[in-house]
Nanobody, 123 residues
């Protein structure tokens, strides 16, 4: 089992930045590729970005490429999402998730999930 807890969400104006963090506990963190997903009201959960077990490879959805950066610290069992140039359409609940393979963009493929953190971008 892997337990994931997200933090860092909040309210920000368009063009601003936020940094989300996800703390992992339980099984060995470095065994898992990590991903970030988001879900806006009335919409399906969508893939945002993923990072490989070592952190050497990353993958981004086109909608966030160039604005968001995923990183991980295996010594601290954390994965982070730096979000810059935020837009109102980035408003959603953001989830981190753990999976054994990289990269996978389907939410159904991920084994473990956090509870989510709300990000709201005002125009």
């Amino acid at each position: 089992q892997v337990q994931l807890v997200e933090s860092g969400g909040g309210l920000v104006q368009a063009g601003g930045s936020l940094r989300l963090s996800c703390a992992a506990s339980g099984r060995t963190f470095s065994w898992y590729a990590m991903g970030w997903f988001r879900q806006a009201p009335g919409k399906e959960r969508e893939f945002v970005t993923a990072i490989s077990r070592s952190g050497g490879s990353t993958y981004y959805a086109d909608s966030v490429k160039g604005r968001f950066t995923i990183s991980r610290d295996n010594a601290k069992n954390t994965v982070s999402l730096q979000m810059n140039s935020l837009k109102p359409e980035d408003t959603a609940v953001y989830y981190c998730a753990a999976d054994s393979l990289f990269p996978r963009v389907s939410a159904g493929s991920y084994e473990y999930w956090g509870q989510g953190t709300q990000v709201t971008v005002s125009s």
